[in-house]
Every structure is written in structure tokens, then in C-alpha cells.
């Protein structure tokens, strides 16, 4: 069984910056992607980014150019820094991680990002 626990949401201004943290525990065989997913209310859960074991990244376009993803492989812990936030930007983001044959999500984290 893997553990996902998340930190670093909140409440910001328009313009202000927050950095995720989800730090993986528990039987973990080998980690392949790790990535973030948000959820506004009323919409579907959307993929924000994600990160491949080789460092490979891939962002929704709404997350380009404002988003980073990086990961520790040795802490199995993913970050997601976030730069210029937007009102739109407003969800619950969820870490996943991808392990073979096996998915896992983080209880969520709100970002709330005010006008």
C-alpha cells in the first residue's frame, strides 16, 4: 500500500505563487510518473502536469510557462510550483502516482487564488 500526503495549498492573491509537495510512502516498488490533476467545482478532473522517473515533463497548456513539476526520486516526493496564479486557477489539486499496474491519489489539496 502506497501513502500520498500532500502540503502547500491555500489562499493567494492573483499573481502570487504556491508550491505543492506530495511526499509518497509505504510499499513502494518503483514509482514510474508522478503528477498533479485539479478539480474545479462543477468541471471534470483535469490533468496539470506530470513527471516521468527519466525527468521527462508534460503540462496541460493552461500550465505552460507558469507551472514547474520536478520531482525527488529519492525522497519519492513531487513538487508543483506555481507562478502567476490566476482566479482560474481556483481547485482542489490531487497528486497521482503511477506504479506498475497501480494508481494512486492524494486526498487533495484546495488552492484558492482571489481577484
Known amino acids: 500500500q502506497v501513502q500520498l500526503v500532500e502540503s502547500g495549498g491555500g489562499l493567494v492573491q492573483a499573481g502570487g505563487s504556491l508550491r505543492l509537495s506530495c511526499a509518497a510512502s509505504?510499499?513502494?516498488?518503483?514509482?514510474?510518473?508522478m503528477g498533479w490533476y485539479r478539480q474545479a467545482p462543477g468541471k471534470q478532473r483535469e490533468l496539470v502536469a506530470f513527471?516521468?522517473?527519466?525527468?521527462?515533463?508534460n503540462y496541460a497548456d493552461s500550465a505552460k510557462g507558469r507551472f514547474t513539476i520536478s520531482r525527488d526520486n529519492a525522497r519519492n516526493t513531487v513538487y508543483l510550483q506555481m507562478n502567476s496564479l490566476k482566479p482560474e486557477d481556483t481547485a482542489v489539486y490531487y497528486c497521482?502516482?503511477?506504479?506498475?499496474?497501480?494508481?494512486?491519489w492524494g486526498q487533495g489539496t484546495q488552492v484558492t487564488v482571489s481577484s
Open positions: 497521482n502516482v503511477r506504479t506498475p499496474g497501480v494508481d494512486y
Open positions: 513527471i516521468t522517473s527519466d525527468g521527462i515533463t
Open positions: 509505504g510499499s513502494i516498488f518503483r514509482i514510474n510518473v
